[in-house]
């Protein structure tokens, strides 16, 4: 992917020309030691292989440790509780080879079914008609403009990252829609493009847990919560707002802190972007823009007014059938890519309307054409990249390394603060090679909530600790499903860019949000301060 420039937007900002030796000849002294070990990161990730060739040795690597694990008889015997019945059940887990008749079968028989129960092609696909239409309609760019003139300059890092934060709670929109306009917005301010693409990243990524609102993931990790707690109280239970005071001054202290790295460190670090597009300044909208944004007002309107109508009255259709039920496992919450595609795609559609820049439904259908062409590559990569999962998991060595690391730090004799942290570390580090969040809770909370409550500590806590070390290196890690696209993102402004260049770009994010995080559960811990509502 380095080598070649990938649109993945639709909409055509312009011919970016970034001259990185002119950027890098700008510092050419004054760099600290951690900027000199960031650019070595870089140098170092853009000279491996393309991520294609990366996967297949890596498919080849899990085929024969997956072999040997099995010849050497692997195997973890834990408790974990089904997410979808909430009761424990006692496993035992094995290495299965990939090398074996039922091994080579699987390989061969799930090639398509790999790829298409891999989630992250249809959420991409599926969000990328509706931002396709936004786009090329100019709507995102009118967007922007708006922004420009509306928020105060010094604030706009700050307001991407918490807008970042907060996107969580619409699943993956965030990265298919936030990254990529914070980035045009940096450029639109003159600014390096790739650290609006870096903060907003960071948001959605690093950030992953801590909302100020409830979402969809803390009802199922509060389930596998309180179900861990019944093992040792069937009295007691947490309830979703558990966690809300600890998540609400992580969001607070977390999105100053990604706005100042990206100020002080990521930033200053690519230096100046050249580009013939044109900064943004605050000036009047034109009349075309203003009538584009009523029309596209008026089309939001009443995208929101029919599905509060499906979704809001007691017994509506996208409420969970025999729940009632909105948020959680609800019809509306399993579809939200669904509806974010359809409100961009009637916004979009709306604006080009009113602004002229879509004169007919033919027009719409191109733009979506267009948007589907674009994703060529990235579909070839994640393509690639479900097959290494499905192997790997099939494999059972993430499980395994779970258990085993879950076991040591059990049997550690640690106390209750550094058990907490030592958690903490174990779940950061299985995080680069398990990365979903429901199944490593689902292994780790019948060991640690039990064993940490007989410590005196309170099973919120524990769930506390749980999201500070599942997040910071979601955006650090190739297996996340989103990684691939936050590297063609980057490409849209620096050909070059490649796995390292996101890497180095993500690597202070991910130490400084580690270390404050723990910091903050620690002095939480310590000073009693109640975890939730």
């Given at each position: 992917?380095?080598?070649?420039?990938?649109?993945?937007?639709?909409?055509?900002?312009?011919?970016?020309?970034?001259?990185?030796?002119?950027?890098?000849?700008?510092?050419?002294?004054?760099?600290?030691?951690?900027?000199?070990?960031?650019?070595?990161?870089?140098?170092?990730?853009?000279?491996?292989?393309?991520?294609?060739?990366?996967?297949?040795?890596?498919?080849?690597?899990?085929?024969?440790?997956?072999?040997?694990?099995?010849?050497?008889?692997?195997?973890?015997?834990?408790?974990?509780?089904?997410?979808?019945?909430?009761?424990?059940?006692?496993?035992?887990?094995?290495?299965?080879?990939?090398?074996?008749?039922?091994?080579?079968?699987?390989?061969?028989?799930?090639?398509?079914?790999?790829?298409?129960?891999?989630?992250?092609?249809?959420?991409?696909?599926?969000?990328?008609?509706?931002?396709?239409?936004?786009?090329?309609?100019?709507?995102?760019?009118?967007?922007?403009?708006?922004?420009?003139n509306v928020a105060p300059p010094a604030a706009m890092t700050?307001?991407?990252?918490?807008?970042?934060?907060?996107?969580?709670?619409?699943?993956?929109?965030?990265?298919?829609?936030?990254?990529?306009?914070?980035?045009?917005?940096?450029?639109?301010?003159?600014?390096?493009?790739?650290?609006?693409?870096?903060?907003?990243?960071?948001?959605?990524?690093?950030?992953?847990?801590?909302?100020?609102?409830?979402?969809?993931?803390?009802?199922?990790?509060?389930?596998?919560?309180?179900?861990?707690?019944?093992?040792?109280?069937?009295?007691?239970?947490?309830?979703?707002?558990?966690?809300?005071?600890?998540?609400?001054?992580?969001?607070?202290?977390?999105?100053?802190?990604?706005?100042?790295?990206?100020?002080?460190?990521?930033?200053?670090?690519?230096?100046?972007?050249?580009?013939?597009?044109?900064?943004?300044?605050?000036?009047?909208?034109?009349?075309?823009?203003?009538?584009?944004?009523?029309?596209?007002?008026?089309?939001?309107?009443?995208?929101?007014?029919?599905?509060?109508?499906?979704?809001?009255?007691?017994?509506?259709?996208?409420?969970?059938?025999?729940?009632?039920?909105?948020?959680?496992?609800s019809p509306f919450m399993n579809g939200l890519i669904v509806?974010?595609?359809?409100?961009?795609?009637?916004?979009?559609?709306?604006?080009?309307?009113?602004?002229?820049?879509?004169?007919?439904?033919?027009?719409?259908?191109?733009?979506?054409?267009?948007?589907?062409?674009?994703?060529?590559?990235?579909?070839?990569?994640?393509?690639?990249?479900?097959?290494?999962?499905?192997?790997?998991?099939?494999?059972?060595?993430?499980?395994?390394?779970?258990?085993?690391?879950?076991?040591?730090?059990?049997?550690?004799?640690?106390?209750?603060?550094?058990?907490?942290?030592?958690?903490?570390?174990?779940?950061?580090?299985?995080?680069?090679?398990?990365?979903?969040?429901?199944?490593?809770?689902?292994?780790?909370?019948?060991?640690?909530?039990?064993?940490?409550?007989?410590?005196?500590?309170?099973?919120?806590?524990?769930?506390?600790?749980?999201?500070?070390?599942?997040?910071?290196?979601?955006?650090?890690?190739?297996?996340?499903?989103?990684?691939?696209?936050?590297?063609?993102?980057?490409?849209?402004?620096?050909?070059?860019?490649?796995?390292?260049?996101?890497?180095?770009?993500?690597?202070?994010?991910?130490?400084?949000?580690?270390?404050?995080?723990?910091?903050?559960?620690?002095?939480?811990?310590?000073?009693?301060?109640?975890?939730?509502?």
């Open positions: 992917m380095a080598k070649r420039s990938h649109t993945l937007s639709p909409h055509d900002l312009g011919d970016v020309h970034d001259d990185r030796n002119h950027r890098r000849s700008s510092h050419p002294s004054g760099k600290s030691g951690f900027e000199r070990f960031l650019d070595v990161v870089e140098r170092v990730g853009n000279k491996v292989p393309h991520p294609v060739v990366i996967f297949v040795l890596l498919i080849a690597l899990v085929i024969v440790l997956s072999h040997v694990f099995y010849m050497l008889g692997a195997s973890a015997t834990y408790q974990s509780i089904n997410a979808d019945t909430g009761e424990v059940e006692e496993l035992t887990t094995t290495a299965q080879s990939l090398l074996t008749a039922d091994g080579f079968r699987f390989m061969f028989e799930g090639v398509v079914q790999n790829f298409m129960n891999f989630n992250a092609v249809g959420v991409i696909i599926v969000a990328m008609l509706g931002v396709g239409v936004a786009e090329e309609s100019g709507l995102i760019k009118a967007l922007i403009h708006k922004l420009v700050y307001i991407l990252v918490f807008i970042g934060i907060l996107s969580s709670i619409a699943a993956d929109a965030g990265y298919l829609v936030l990254i990529p306009l914070a980035a045009a917005a940096f450029l639109s301010l003159g600014r390096h493009p790739l650290a609006g693409l870096a903060a907003s990243f960071a948001g959605v990524a690093a950030v992953f847990t801590a909302n100020i609102l409830i979402k969809p993931l803390d009802g199922i990790l509060t389930g596998i919560t309180n179900d861990a707690i019944h093992l040792l109280n069937p009295n007691l239970s947490i309830d979703l707002t558990a966690n809300f005071w600890f998540s609400a001054a992580s969001v607070l202290l977390l999105t100053v802190a990604v706005a100042l790295i990206t100020e002080k460190i990521v930033e200053p670090r690519l230096g100046a972007y050249t580009s013939n597009e044109t900064v943004v300044e605050r000036s009047e909208m034109t009349p075309e823009e203003t009538r584009g944004l009523r029309y596209s007002g008026i089309a939001i309107f009443v995208v929101l007014a029919v599905f509060m109508a499906l979704s809001l009255p007691s017994g509506a259709p996208l409420r969970n059938p025999d729940t009632g039920d909105l948020i959680g496992d509806f974010i595609m359809i409100l961009f795609l009637a916004a979009g559609w709306a604006y080009g309307k009113g602004a002229g820049t879509m004169k007919s439904t033919v027009d719409v259908v191109n733009a979506m054409e267009k948007a589907i062409r674009s994703l060529a590559s990235l579909l070839f990569l994640l393509f690639v990249i479900s097959q290494f999962l499905a192997f790997f998991n099939y494999s059972n060595m993430a499980t395994l390394a779970a258990v085993n690391l879950g076991d040591w730090l059990e049997e550690a004799g640690l106390g209750p603060l550094t058990l907490l942290i030592g958690f903490v570390v174990v779940v950061a580090v299985l995080d680069l090679i398990m990365t979903g969040a429901i199944p490593k809770w689902a292994i780790f909370a019948p060991v640690f909530v039990p064993l940490l409550m007989r410590l005196n500590v309170d099973p919120e806590a524990v769930l506390a600790a749980y999201r500070v070390g599942d997040a910071p290196f979601n955006a650090v890690t190739p297996l996340n499903a989103y990684f691939a696209l936050i590297v063609t993102f980057a490409q849209k402004y620096d050909p070059k860019a490649g796995v390292g260049t996101v890497i180095a770009l993500m690597l202070p994010y991910v130490i400084i949000v580690f270390v404050l995080w723990i910091l903050l559960l620690a002095a939480w811990h310590l000073f009693g301060i109640p975890w939730g509502l």
